[in-house]
């Protein structure tokens, strides 16, 4: 499964509508994506704490209202296989200037698909796509941070209704409290969830349906074939990451997909696509050849 990590950062501006549309478009099975809030409490789609490394802008998500976070360019330091890479010269960005109106945007798209985007709008906008949702906080030490996003996001999701969804979190309390108001919806636990059940087969709480690993971690190789098969065995889904673990190059892609992971999250999903379709690996509701069957 194709699940466009951040819509593909290295192929697009992470995190924006012109990042998810592109990657549906050109077959992505899921998309990922991270959500942050504002000072009014609404949940916007990017990673970090604050807007600099991605927009024109600076400072906290969270002491920013939501019209000023929407107004910020999201392409403004987009650098095509590089992500988001600020201190360039200008023409390093090709999108810089698209969502103020300086440039006109690509065929296809409009200019409030290089915003930083409301997670209602990704939710509307691509009802029938499933989504993976990870939620972020102010900083790894502020708990509170993370549980106050956690409540955002179950009020969100149990108002829309969606079911078709994963929600995780690299801090497990996040995870409990948005399970305590959100049950209906599949969960893969946080970075403690998955170092009990890694070394100690310590299953984590009720509610988890996949299990998100990186490559490699501190020098060890997670994501092993031998362990994906202990995870399915007990029920599991695996995906993985490779941000930061190991390249987003068809060399690792091809060793996940041989060690039996349900998903890969790629920075480049035209790449994972092309993989897919020229292995003709099954995907979610199409035949096809199951490496691992």
Known sequence: MNMAHSGGELEAPMNTMHA???????GADMIELDVQSTADNHLVVIHNATVDQTTNGSGQVRAMTIDQ????????HFVP????????PPESYPLRGVRTGDKPPPAGYVADDFAIPTLAEVLQHFSDVPINIEIKGASDDDTESFRHNARLLAALLNQTGRTDIIVTSFQDAAVST???????IGLAPGVDGVA???FFGIR?????????????????RIATRSFIEYAHADGYAVHVWFSGTAPDDEATYNQVIDACADGLMPARPTLLERILDERG?????????DPCG
Do not use: C, N, T
């Open 281 to 289: 690996i099954v995907r979610p509701g199409q035949p096809g050849v």
């Open 81 to 88: 296989g590089e992500s988001a890479v600020p201190g360039l």
């Open 204 to 220: 984590p709480i009720e509610g988890i349906v996949a299990l998100q690993i990186p490559v490699r971690q501190f020098g060890v």
């Open 69 to 76: 976070v929407r107004a910020l360019d999201a392409a403004y």
């Open 178 to 184: 948005f399970h305590q108001l959100a049950p209906q």
């Open 196 to 198: 009990w059940y890694y």
């Open 20 to 26: 998810f549309k592109r990657a549906v478009a050109l």
